[in-house]
Every structure is written in structure tokens, then in C-alpha cells.
């Protein structure tokens, strides 16, 4: 009637599915209790009377061997003795039937020997299905143990048709009538009851329901009537029935023909919760739920906190502004009240004052300071003197610091050619010590590597769907199942099949997964073509009905699949060959051995449908196909040349079929498993042209903005292109630098550092060459300073700023190394590196040439054309500053404007309210990233991604592995801690993943596990399953012919009178041979299919022990990245559960997890906000201590730095929120890059105002703004702004949103915060002047102009003399 299946998800998931079993030997007392109690099977009424029936006799007996269907001889007599033999059998199938005799009572009945093989054999197949449950085989086999042998017949049974048959009578009765089919009376209450004790029992290894299967066409629309009447169908009307039995079903209340001689059939039936006997047990919670405890309630989802209908955060934050803003505005205007009183009051009262102090002690305590103030003078000096001497070497020796620089710089970049680049996902996103990894691993060693899948999507388009008259009415189908369509998809799959790659010519069998090999030599494809086992001649096969006369066509073929899709005949489609005269039949299977499921190889049927509404009615309005090809994966990537030939030649062949031979009533979209990887790289090339656009953007920006022409005649001459074009390059050259570096070391470098890390050291290398040459600009030679002393001055004067920068931004990346995720920990370290080899090329190289391009300028030479002088050489002395208009807009006009006392007020409020804002949606950004967004737009993923999302139905599969340990599986507490079947406990592996895929929308569990444990132990029940050849002991697989009958049942021993729990050394024994044992129709439990990668064992026979092993469900649909890592942590809180279940039986840890494909990948944002926050701690916490160390021990200065970079990166997660920017791997590496950014924005300006001797903070603040200002704006802001503005143009999705979008926030922020409010917050709480700093600054300006008086003397006293 059916046999075992293999079943491969869309995701390429494998279990197998199993039908009845066909056995005239079937062991089947492990259905029965020997010792059951008496449920009388007879009816109600005579329960309640206690009498026993008198007056019933047999409608039968015996059976025809010569009919055309195994006919039963009419017979209307007296029950009849049956052999010892016989009645062993009988019992051993139908134990209740014995429940009405005595002791001394000689059991008589209406059947022969040959009539209770024919009942073990065809009863036998459902009964080993529904075995599982003990009420629901009892109430089942009441009816056709009944039928076939009651001595009662006639109380409930009535010919509806019979045929004389003279040829060959019955030899005891002499009947010459059989018969041809039955009227059958049968309470309609009790069959309801008996169905609801069967309707839940399932099928262990396919996950699926029992009920379906043996219902035969209704499938999943399966009832009490449906399920007899498909039993009752007769060979004749194409059922498995030898004669017809007509149910009729007698409601409560309602009389029936013929009420003295006929009443219903009405025992009492058993519910599934209950026991049929004292030791049988109740079904189990996993075949029925009112056999489940009650579950512990989930606990309840966090909700957001809400002040009335706003979130608390915002609540908060909105009454922490306006408190704040109140207290600081009056505190700011009493303030400036008082101080405007004092003034008046100090000019009114004026007067001179006698000191009491000396003179000497007051300058000995304004020149001493601070030991603070000290030791910042003292740093700030050693510096300033270094940089004074190294700058003025450098410039000396241009050529020779040039040659040495980029010689080691030369030296460094040839690592390149050492460089692994990492493009796995897996590889750049999980941390090899993160949980998800080390499972992964863990599973990959264990058994195999999840499947490479291939998968194409077929859509009908602009075609309607259409309507179909069927035996039971009009039946709606959708567009998908049009003959042209399914005929097109099965040319393409043909195509497909006949693929073979370029490069080694690989084929698709020789890569494909082939489960059932080596009996089925074919490859699993899982499509609806499967359904007429990918032939065409089937697919257009009609065949007329012989008894009805309806014409059968492939749409009643896919009525009845998409209901039994585990049927291996469809008995409507069976016909005589013409040419070979052989009978043909087709079947619901595919070629591979396994079954199509509808919801797997069917899309598009639910087009909006309400959730209520169930899919198996909706199958067949299908819009979409769906061809999924498997294929063999492997732990070492090196062995995956052939299967990434084949899938290369494949996508060829697609973009081909799409282009060329799709037809117009055809949309499609595919994939294969290298698509991804295939397209991310495509990505990062697709954008190259707009990246070196982006740059070229700033090149051109920088080499004009660093020149200040003096009037139109000079253009060419202070220009600064090569300067700035060699500025660039240097910078560049750290970046390669630094990437050889680490080809050197063995770092693997990934494409975020090729993409993110030259944006990040053009900003801090930029802004340092601006600030340089700027400086040079605004300060002239000093009389008799000669040209390398100048360049010297000024690099004392700006690399300490320059050195701030560089080194707190190096130690922020090399200490966010310590991120665990991969790709940011190569990011920190590559970009560290880079940065620290900028600093120190700028320091070399970078002088040298500003030495050169200096010189040629003062020699008037031309820029680029160098040799070209267009006059005589300039005088240093007539040098003057040049300002530049930026500058002057600064000093004259900005600089006073946003520092003004109103202007001061409202930009705090402002940026205090920005921030409020920020931190009141910053935990509202989402964490996650979206596949599409990594994609280019023109991809064809992007299609798949879409019909991914619009046509699955079923999500992904997930393995609850046990590892190794020193769990007893031989021991049966062990086992029934495992199990979901008879016998096992309610709190099982099994049964506990069973409860929470009752509540899928929470748990994210859809389905029962396939459990080996489970199919093992039926395996051992089952007698074709196990059996050896008699004589050379060898296995006797079910599926291979015993013509000889040599073959005989295995040796077997049970610990228990029911035979459930084999003994140690049965179960050790047998079970290497259970998972190579192919199920077949005889033995549908063998373990191969299903099992055969799923454990490990070590050792045989007694000395067998088993390792780890798996027990796989699906999850439910998953669509967006919450649902991802949301059915992470459930599956986690599933699996630590079993864990400490099986520990308890084990008294001994044992570790059970929870593997899924995108684990791995989605494990991340489990701890997304928490790695954020530590990344960036760090690295904040890293430039505090630089910035503190480097500015002479001030930490006013460094709070005030750090509080800026703060608001800064708070302000980045607000504007993350409103831009719908995801935090991700990504975003976070951004992140890390506007710590060091938003140094460059602050830095500078806040070493000018902290060395600054102005006496006011207002004054410092003024000059600070002025001098770094226009640098700052200039080096970053504009610079980056041009360059960012083209990335909003670029093809790929991550760089619009993750590059344009971010970037721009934090050049834009981080001006913000730099420009306008970090010198309006130091005018509040800057540090206070240092007394030391400002005295020795006057000590020098006294020097100065005593040697520049002298200097002129001596130019006077030379001219006169």
C-alpha cells in the first residue's frame, strides 16, 4: 500500500516519510495487551443490560481464490471453531474479540485461515501506523476485526450486493454466492470518537500526520466519514479494499433499517488520553495533546515602558531638557546680570590700591603654577622642540627623508602579494569562540555540512487561473498548474539536469545528493514535476475511469498528490502499455524515491488569504513553482571545485533561459549557493567607478583649496597641486602600507577594509595636511629664519595637534581589536595600523616634499612644471601672511557671530535638545541587516529575495544535536527521555520540542522532530525490518526478493512484556545496521534515508557506543531579521531545557543545542547593543587617556573632548533611527570610525584653546575657532562632502545606506559638533588658563623683539657703513 520516502526540504533539508506496511507476519501483538480489559465490543445498550448477545449469526465465510477480487463467501449460519494456529493469530491482531467468551467458552467465529492472513496483511499496514498510539489502534481495529470474524455478523452488517460464483464453492458451506460489497452499520458517534483518538498520531521520522496518509485522497482534508469510506473503497472503484463496504453511519437517536434484526455497531471507544489496559499507557503527548501536561506559560515578550501613549525614554528625556534648559538659561543670564553690575560697579569704584604682597612672591607664584600647569608647560615644550628639530632636519634633507620613507613604505606595501582577502560570511561575522561558530563547527565535524542548494522560482504572469470539473464538483486551480506552464517548467528542468559545467565538466549526478543510494541512483530534486516523476508522457497521460467512465487527467493526478504526496500508486492512473503490454502506474513520488510536498515545491497559493484558512485547501491555487536541486556539501572548501563549476555554468545557463526562451506568461528567479558570495564581490567591483569618482572629487578639491594664489599672475605659481596630489598619496600609501604590513603577519584582510579605511585616513591625513600648510600660509619667515627653520617653526607649532589626532586614533582602533566579531577586529587593525603609518609618513615624506614644493615657490617656479621659472627668485622678507577668505570669514565674521552671548545660550539649548532627541530614539533603532541590502540593484537576487519572501512556506530547518557524553542510550530511562512515541515520558526531547511547535508563533518550532530513537525502536517491532539469512547470518534488507524463504527474524530481546525497549546488546547490536537499512514498502523504518548522517557511534557490537546525534524540525516562516535571531533564542531556551532533562537522568552534564543555516550569521545581533557599546567604550576610553597624556595632564580638556565625541556618536543612533539605518556588523564598524573622526573635529580646536594665553575664555575659544576653524572645515568637512555626496549614486544598496547615509551624518555631525557647539561649550567650561604657558609665552615675545630690535641695528649699522 505504500512504503518509505525521503523528503528534501527547499533548504535542503532531508526526512523521511513512511507509509502503511504490507506484511502477512507482521508482529503486531505490540498493538494489543495481552491482558486488556473487557471493553465489551459490543454495543452500549448491552453494556448497560448486562446481557450478552444470542440472536446474531455470520454474514460469511470463507474466501474466493479464483475471483478477480478476493471475494467472501456469503454464508448466513453459525459461528464456527477455528485451529490453534489460527486463533494465535487472531489474537494477536484482534485480542477484543475474545474479551466475550469464557474461560470454557470455545471460541467460534466467522472466518476462515485464510481470511485472518488476509485481515494480518491489509489491517495490518494501518495498524502499524497508528501502533504508535495504543486507544487509537484498539477503536480502529474494533471495526474490521468486527467485520471480518464476529460470530455476530448480522446485528450490523448487510449484503448490499452479491454474485453467484458456481465455479469453485466454498468447500465447507458450499456457498456458491460471494460477496461483491457490504452495507456496514456503524454508530456515527464512535467513529467520531475513534478519529479523534487517531487524528493526532504521527509519523516520528516525517513529521507529519498519520491520518493524511492512510485517508488516501482526502489527505489532509481527512474526517471520520472520509477515513472509512477511502478503507471500504474497493479494488474494483480503484481502492485498496478487495470488495466494497458502504458505511452507513447511524446517528444518536436515529433508528436504522430494519430495527429487530439490524442496530448500529456502537462498542465504547477509548479517548487516546486514556489506557486500554493497566500496563499498556495512555498515547503519548506527541501523538496525543490531551496527553500533555500542561505547559509551562512562555514568558511574557518585554514590553516598551510608555509614560501614558509616550515611551517612557522620551518621557524622560523631554522633562530632563526642559529642566536642564530652564536651569541653565537663568543661571546663564544671572550670571552675565551679575557680572554686568560688577563691571559697573569696579568702574565706578576704581581706586589705587596699596598691595600687601611683594612684588617678588607675586611673581615667583604666577611663574611657578601648578605642579598640573607644569608639567602641560613642560610636555608641551618637549614637544614643540622635538617637532622643531625634526621638522627642520626633514626640510634640510627633503630628498634623502623622501627616499628612506617610501623606500620602507615600498618595503611594506610588497606584503601585499601575502594577503588573503576573507569573503565567507561565516569567516568575517562570527567570532571563532562565539557560541554559533563553535556549534557549527561542532556540527559540520560530527556529521556533514549543510547542503548547497539551488533553487529556481517559476510565476505565472498575466495568465488567469481557471476552473476544473472534477468527480466532486468544480474545482478552482491557479495559473501554476495550466498544462503550458507545468510543461515549460519541466523543459527548463530537463535543461537544468542536463547542465555541465565549463571548467571541469561537472555534471549534477556527480554532485548532487543521491539518499537513497545504492538502490535509487538519482538525484534529489525536489519540484511538482515529481508528482509525474519528471516525465513528460506521464504529465499529458489520460486515462478513462473503468467503472465511471470519467476521464482522469494530470490535474486529478495533482489533486490527489498535493493530499498524498507520500503515496507511491495513485490507483486512478494505472493502464496496460500498448507496445510492451506491461501494466503502467503513477505514482506521487519522484524519481529520487521521495515525495514532492506541496508546500515545498508550490508557491503563491495563499495570495493574501487569511491565516485561519489552512494551506491543504488552498494548494491548488498555486501562482508559482518551485525547482530546488540539491547538492553534496563539504567541510573543506578546497573540494568544492565541482560543485561551483556546475553552479557557475548553471547561473550562466538561467541568465540564458531568462533572456532568450522565458516565455511572456513567465516571471523567474534563482539562485544558486555561491550567488551570494558571487554578488557581494560583484558589488564591491559595480562600484568601483563611483568610489574612484568619489575620490578624484577630493583629490581635486585638496589640490586646489591647499593653494592661496596673491593675484592672478602668481596662479600657477602658489598653487599646490603636486603638493596635494602627493599629500593624497602618501596618504594612500599608509593605507597599502598598512595592508602589507598585515600580508606580512598573516592578518586576512576583508572588502570593508578595502572600502571603509581609505575614507577614514584621507579625513584625519587631510585634515593634518591642511592644518600644516595653512599654518605655513599665515605665518611669514621670521627675519634671518632661514627656509628649513620656518618649516621647522611651524611643525613644532602643529605636530603636537597633528600627533594628538594620529595617536589617540591609532590606540581607539588597535583597542577596539578586541572586538570578538572578525571583520571589525580586521577593520581596527588595519585601520590602526594605517593610521599610525600616516602620521609617520606626514612626518617624513610629507615635510620633505612641502620642503620641495616651499622652495619651488619662493623660486617662482611654476606648479606640476617645475622647471618653468616665470621670474626672478622671490625675497622670503617680503612674505606676507595669507590669510585666505575662509580665514577671514572665520575671524571676521564667525567666529564673533557664534560666540556672541545669544547666539552662546541657543546653541547649547540647541545641541542639548539635539541629544535629548538622540538618546530618546536610540533604542529605538533596529538591530539586523537585510539581505537585499547587500545586494546590487540590478541583481537578480533581489527578484529571488522578493519571491522568497511572496511563495515560502516553510521555514528552515533546525537539528536539536545531542553531543557526545556519557549518556546511556541503551538504558530505558534514557530512552523514554528521548522518545516521543508510546512509552516515553512527557518531558522528552521529543515531546518538549512537540509543546513549544504548538505555540510556533512564539517558539518559531513548526513541526514534531524526526526522532531516530523513535524509528529505531519501531524498526526492531516490525518483522520484515529485521531478518538474517538463516544460513550465513548476513542482513536481509526488506526491500531485496527471499524466493528461497531462507530468511528469517532477527535475534531480538525485549526487557519488558510489550516488547517497547530492546536490551543493551539488542540495541547495540543492530543499530549500525538499522542506519543502512533503505526503507522500502515492507520495512518503511529503515534509517538510511533519513538517518544515516544524523549519528555517530564508535565501536560494535557490545562495545558500541553512541555519540552525537540530531533530531530535526523546521522553524516556522522567518522573514525579517527579528524573526531570524528571535527563533535563535527560543530554539536556545528549547534546547537548555532538554539539556538539564537529559542531565537529570544522566546524572552527568549533557549538552544538547540548536543548529539552524543562519545561526551563524544571526548570533550577532543577539549581542549587537552590548558589543556596540564595548567597541566604543574603548575606544572613547582609549582617546581620553591619549588626549589626556598628550595635553600635559589636563583632563578639563579631556572630558571636554570626550564629551563632544559622546554627543556626537549619541547624535549618529538618532540619526540612524530617522534614516532607517540598521545597527549591524556594518554600521558598527562606522561607528568605530566616527570615534575617530569626531577626533579630528574636536582635537585640534581643543589643543589651540588649551595652549591658547588669551585671558579670557571667550578670547581662547575665539582664537582657537579661528586657527583650527577654517583648517577643520576646510581639511574634513569639505573635503569629504563632495566625495560622500557621489557614494548616494552608487549601485549597491549597503553603500547608499551604510556609506552615503552614514558617512554624511558623521562628516555633517561631526562639523556640527566641531564648529559650532565644542568652542561655545569650551567659552562655558573650558580649561582655565595656564599661568605658566602664558609666562613663558611673554618671556619669549620679550625675547623675540629684543632680537628682532637687535637684528635691525645691525642691518642699520651695515648700511651705513
Known amino acids: 500500500m505504500g512504503r518509505d520516502v525521503v523528503f528534501v526540504s527547499v533548504l535542503a533539508l532531508l526526512a523521511i516519510w513512511y507509509n502503511p506496511v504490507c506484511s502477512e507476519t507482521a508482529d503486531l501483538e505490540l498493538l494489543h495487551e495481552s491482558d486488556s480489559q473487557h471493553h465489551s465490543i459490543w454495543t452500549r445498550k448491552e453494556l448497560a443490560n448486562g446481557s450478552k448477545d444470542s440472536q446474531g449469526h455470520c454474514m460469511w465465510y470463507g474466501t474466493c481464490n479464483d475471483c478477480e477480487y478476493a471475494y467472501n463467501y456469503a454464508y448466513q449460519g453459525d459461528a464456527m471453531p477455528i485451529g490453534e494456529t489460527d486463533l494465535q493469530a487472531l489474537e494477536s491482531v484482534c485480542p477484543e474479540l475474545f474479551d466475550q467468551f469464557g474461560p470454557e467458552d470455545e471460541p467460534l467465529f466467522c472466518c476462515d485461515s485464510r481470511q485472518i492472513n488476509d485481515l494480518i496483511v491489509n489491517f495490518g499496514q494501518a495498524l502499524n501506523l497508528v501502533g504508535r498510539c495504543p486507544s487509537c489502534a484498539r477503536n480502529l481495529r474494533m471495526i474490521f476485526c468486527s467485520m471480518t470474524c464476529d460470530p455476530h455478523h448480522s446485528r450490523f452488517l448487510a449484503y448490499n450486493t452479491t454474485q453467484e460464483h458456481t465455479i469453485t464453492p466454498e468447500p465447507i458451506t458450499n456457498s456458491t454466492v460471494v460477496v461483491k460489497a457490504l452495507n456496514y452499520y456503524i454508530d456515527d458517534t464512535f467513529v467520531t470518537e475513534m478519529y479523534d483518538s487517531c487524528k493526532e498520531v504521527t509519523n516520528p521520522s516525517s513529521?507529519?500526520?498519520?491520518?493524511?496518509?492512510?485517508?488516501?485522497?482526502?489527505?489532509?482534508d481527512c474526517s471520520p466519514h472520509r477515513l472509512l469510506d477511502f478503507m471500504g473503497q474497493g479494488?474494483?472503484?480503484?481502492?485498496?479494499?478487495?470488495?466494497?463496504?458502504?458505511?452507513?453511519?447511524?446517528p444518536d437517536g436515529e433508528p436504522v433499517p430494519n430495527p429487530d434484526v439490524i442496530e448500529a455497531f456502537d462498542p465504547q471507544a477509548v479517548p487516546c488520553y486514556e489506557a486500554i489496559s493497566n500496563t499498556s499507557g495512555s498515547c503519548s503527548c506527541v501523538d496525543c495533546s490531551g496527553s500533555c501536561p500542561k505547559p509551562k506559560p512562555w514568558p511574557p515578550l518585554p514590553q516598551p515602558w510608555t509614560v501614558g501613549s509616550m515611551y517612557g525614554v522620551s518621557f524622560v528625556m523631554m522633562m530632563v531638557f526642559i529642566a536642564v534648559s530652564i536651569t541653565f538659561l537663568v543661571t546663564v543670564f544671572w550670571k552675565w546680570h551679575v557680572d554686568r553690575v560688577a563691571r559697573g560697579v569696579k568702574r565706578r569704584s576704581l581706586q589705587p590700591t596699596i598691595s600687601t604682597t611683594s612684588s617678588t612672591d607675586s611673581q615667583y607664584e604666577y611663574v611657578q603654577g601648578s605642579f598640573m600647569e607644569r608639567a602641560g608647560a613642560s610636555m608641551e615644550k618637549a614637544l614643540e622642540s622635538f617637532f622643531t628639530e625634526w621638522g627642520t632636519f626633514c626640510a634640510r634633507w627633503p630628498w634623502m627623508v623622501l627616499i628612506f620613507g617610501l623606500s620602507v613604505a615600498a618595503a611594506l606595501t610588497v606584503g601585499v602579494i601575502y594577503l588573503e582577502v576573507t569573503i565567507d560570511p561565516v569567516e568575517l561575522w562570527a567570532a571563532p569562540e562565539s557560541r554559533s561558530r563553535q556549534e557549527k563547527d561542532y556540527f559540520d565535524k560530527s556529521f556533514t555540512p549543510f547542503y548547497r542548494t539551488e533553487q529556481v522560482i517559476l510565476h505565472a504572469e498575466n495568465i488567469p487561473g481557471f476552473d476544473y470539473e472534477t468527480l466532486s464538483g468544480t474545482k478552482r486551480f491557479g495559473p501554476a498548474f495550466r498544462l503550458d506552464f507545468l510543461l515549460e517548467a519541466l523543459h527548463l528542468q530537463h535543461d537544468i539536469e542536463a547542465i555541465i559545467g565549463d571548467e571541469m565538466n561537472t555534471t549534477l549526478g556527480a554532485i548532487c545528493y543521491k539518499p537513497m543510494l545504492p538502490d535509487v541512483d538519482e538525484c534529489t530534486i525536489q519540484s511538482v514535476l515529481g508528482w509525474w516523476q519528471g516525465r513528460e508522457d506521464y504529465l499529458l497521460k489520460s486515462v478513462v475511469g473503468t467503472t465511471n467512465g470519467y476521464n482522469y487527467t494530470y490535474l486529478d493526478h495533482a489533486i490527489y498528490c498535493s493530499k498524498n504526496p507520500l503515496m507511491p500508486y495513485d490507483n486512478n492512473f494505472k493502464w496496460v502499455n500498448e507496445t510492451t503490454g506491461t501494466l503502467e502506474q503513477i505514482g506521487c513520488l519522484a524519481e529520487y524515491g521521495g515525495p514532492a510536498f506541496p508546500y515545498v515545491v508550490l508557491g503563491g497559493f495563499r495570495n493574501g488569504e487569511n491565516e485561519s484558512v489552512s494551506d491543504e485547501s488552498l494548494y491548488m491555487n498555486a501562482t508559482a513553482l518551485i525547482l530546488t536541486f540539491i547538492v553534496n556539501n563539504k567541510a573543506d572548501k578546497d573540494l568544492l571545485g565541482p560543485a561551483k563549476d556546475w553552479e557557475k555554468k548553471f547561473l550562466e545557463y538561467m541568465k540564458y533561459w531568462k533572456e532568450n526562451k522565458m516565455p511572456g506568461y513567465m516571471s523567474v528567479a534563482y539562485m544558486a549557493e555561491r550567488s551570494i558570495e558571487d554578488e557581494l564581490t560583484r558589488a564591491s567591483q559595480s562600484d568601483v567607478v563611483t568610489i574612484a569618482i568619489s575620490y578624484c572629487i577630493m583629490f581635486a578639491y585638496i589640490a586646489i583649496a591647499l593653494g592661496q594664489a596673491r593675484s592672478f599672475s602668481r596662479l600657477l605659481v602658489d598653487s599646490k597641486i603636486t603638493l596635494g596630489i602627493g599629500g593624497v598619496i602618501i596618504v594612500l600609501l599608509s593605507v597599502v602600507a598598512s595592508i602589507g604590513f598585515y600580508g606580512y603577519v598573516g592578518v586576512p584582510a576583508t572588502l570593508i577594509i578595502i572600502e571603509v579605511i581609505p575614507f577614514l585616513v584621507l579625513a584625519v591625513g587631510v585634515d593634518n595636511i591642511f592644518i600644516l600648510v595653512q599654518t605655513y600660509q599665515r605665518e611669514?619667515?621670521?627675519?634671518?629664519?632661514?627656509?628649513?627653520?620656518?618649516?621647522?617653526?611651524?611643525?613644532?607649532?602643529?605636530?603636537?595637534?597633528?600627533?594628538?589626532?594620529?595617536?589617540?586614533?591609532?590606540?581607539?582602533?588597535?583597542?577596539?581589536?578586541?572586538?570578538?566579531?572578525?571583520?571589525?577586529?580586521?577593520?581596527?587593525?588595519y585601520a590602526g595600523m594605517a593610521l599610525l603609518l600616516d602620521f609617520l609618513l606626514q612626518m617624513t615624506c610629507f615635510i620633505g616634499l612641502f620642503s620641495l614644493d616651499t622652495a619651488r615657490q619662493e623660486s617662482n617656479r611654476l606648479d606640476i612644471c617645475c622647471c618653468v621659472q616665470v621670474g626672478k627668485k622671490s625675497d622670503p622678507k617680503d612674505a606676507v601672511a595669507a590669510e585666505g577668505a575662509l580665514y577671514k570669514l572665520f575671524q571676521d565674521a564667525y567666529a564673533?557671530?557664534?560666540?556672541?552671548?545669544?547666539?552662546?545660550?541657543?546653541?547649547?539649548?540647541?545641541f542639548f535638545g539635539w541629544l535629548c532627541v538622540s538618546v530618546a530614539l536610540t533604542p529605538r533603532v533596529e538591530v539586523g541587516l537585510d539581505q537585499e541590502l547587500s545586494m546590487p540593484e540590478d541583481s537578480y537576487m533581489l527578484d529571488y529575495f522578493a519571491y522568497l519572501a511572496k511563495y515560502l512556506s516553510v521555514g528552515a530547518p533546525v537539528y536539536f544535536v545531542v553531543k557526545e557524553s556519557s549518556y546511556n542510550y541503551t538504558d530505558q530511562r534514557a530512552q523514554q527521555k528521548l522518545c516521543g512515541g508510546?512509552?516515553?515520558?512527557?518531558?522528552?526531547l521529543v515531546t518538549q520540542i512537540y509543546l513549544a511547535s504548538k505555540n510556533k508563533s512564539r517558539s518559531y518550532?513548526?513541526?514534531?522532530?524526526?526522532?531516530?530513537?523513535?524509528?529505531?525502536?519501531?524498526?526492531?517491532?516490525?518483522?520484515?525490518?529485521?531478518?538474517?539469512?538463516?544460513?550465513?547470518?548476513?542482513?536481509?534488507p526488506a526491500f531485496q526478493p527471499d524466493p528461497f524463504l531462507d530468511c528469517v527474524e532477527c535475534d531480538k530481546t525485549f526487557i519488558d512484556t510489550e516488547k517497547l525497549w530492546p536490551d543493551t546488546r539488542t540495541f547495540n547490536n543492530w543499530l549500525?545496521?538499522?542506519?543502512?537499512?533503505?526503507?522500502?514498502?515492507?520495512?518503511?523504518?529503515?534509517?538510511h534515508a533519513a538517518y544515516g548522517q544524523a549519528l555517530v557511534y564508535n565501536g560494535s557490537q557490545e562495545n558500541l557506543t553512541v555519540g552525537a546525534n540530531y533530531y530535526m524540525t523546521y522553524h516556522s516562516i522567518l522573514r525579517t531579521s527579528k524573526d531570524f535571531y528571535s527563533a535563535l533564542i527560543e530554539a536556545r531556551v528549547i534546547s537548555d531545557s532538554i539539556s538539564e532533562t537529559l542531565s537529570a537522568v544522566a546524572n552527568s552534564k549533557v549538552e544538547v543545542f540548536p543548529y539552524s543555516i543562519f545561526y551563524v550569521y544571526y548570533e550577532q545581533y543577539l549581542t549587537m547593543w552590548r558589543d556596540v557599546l564595548i567597541s566604543l567604550s574603548i575606544s572613547i576610553a582609549a582617546i581620553f587617556v591619549v588626549t589626556f597624556i598628550l595635553l600635559g595632564l589636563d583632563i578639563h580638556s579631556s572630558v571636554v573632548v570626550l564629551i563632544t565625541i559622546i554627543m556626537i556618536l549619541v547624535d549618529m543612533f538618532g540619526l540612524m533611527y530617522l534614516w532607517d539605518i540598521t545597527l549591524n556588523a556594518v554600521s558598527l564598524v562606522n561607528l568605530v570610525m566616527a570615534?575617530?573622526?569626531?577626533?579630528?573635529?574636536?582635537?585640534?580646536?581643543?589643543?589651540?584653546?588649551?595652549?591658547?594665553?588669551?585671558?579670557?575664555?571667550?578670547?581662547?575659544?575665539?582664537?582657537?575657532?579661528?586657527?583650527?576653524?577654517?583648517?577643520?572645515?576646510?581639511?574634513?568637512?569639505?573635503?569629504?562632502f563632495g566625495g560622500i555626496v557621489v557614494l548616494a549614486f552608487a549601485k549597491s544598496q549597503i553603500f547608499q545606506v551604510f556609506y552615503f547615509r552614514m558617512y554624511l551624518g558623521i562628516v555633517l555631525i561631526g562639523a556640527a559638533h566641531g564648529l559650532i557647539f565644542l568652542p561655545v561649550l569650551l567659552s562655558f567650561i573650558g580649561p582655565p588658563q595656564n599661568k605658566l604657558k602664558a609666562w613663558q609665552h611673554s618671556i619669549s615675545l620679550q625675547r623675540r623683539t629684543v632680537h628682532v630690535t637687535l637684528s635691525q641695528a645691525e642691518t642699520e649699522n651695515n648700511d651705513l657703513a
Open 1005 to 1036: 518550532i513548526a513541526a514534531t522532530p524526526a526522532s531516530w530513537i523513535d524509528d529505531y525502536l519501531d524498526w526492531f517491532r516490525i518483522y520484515e525490518c529485521c531478518k538474517v539469512n538463516g544460513n550465513t547470518g548476513d542482513f536481509c
Open 1072 to 1087: 549500525p545496521t538499522f542506519l543502512i537499512d533503505n526503507p522500502c514498502e515492507l520495512c518503511p523504518k529503515g534509517g
Open 207 to 220: 513529521n507529519s500526520l498519520v491520518m493524511p496518509t492512510i485517508c488516501g485522497q482526502w489527505g489532509e
Open 896 to 910: 564673533p557671530f557664534i560666540l556672541s552671548k545669544p547666539m552662546r545660550a541657543i546653541v547649547m539649548v540647541v
Open 982 to 988: 508510546r512509552g516515553c515520558d512527557t518531558d522528552s
Open 235 to 250: 479494488m474494483s472503484n480503484g481502492g485498496f479494499s478487495p470488495f466494497d463496504i458502504y458505511f452507513q453511519y447511524i
Open 780 to 829: 611669514p619667515r621670521r627675519a634671518n629664519e632661514k627656509h628649513e627653520e620656518h618649516i621647522g617653526r611651524i611643525v613644532g607649532e602643529v605636530a603636537p595637534s597633528m600627533l594628538l589626532s594620529s595617536i589617540s586614533e591609532a590606540f581607539c582602533f588597535f583597542l577596539g581589536a578586541l572586538s570578538g566579531m572578525p571583520a571589525v577586529k580586521a577593520f581596527a587593525l
Open 1235 to 1280: 570615534v575617530g573622526i569626531s577626533v579630528e573635529f574636536c582635537s585640534h580646536i581643543v589643543r589651540a584653546f588649551a595652549v591658547s594665553i588669551e585671558p579670557t575664555r571667550i578670547a581662547r575659544s575665539k582664537e582657537s575657532l579661528v586657527r583650527m576653524g577654517s583648517s577643520v572645515l576646510s581639511g574634513i568637512t569639505l573635503t569629504k
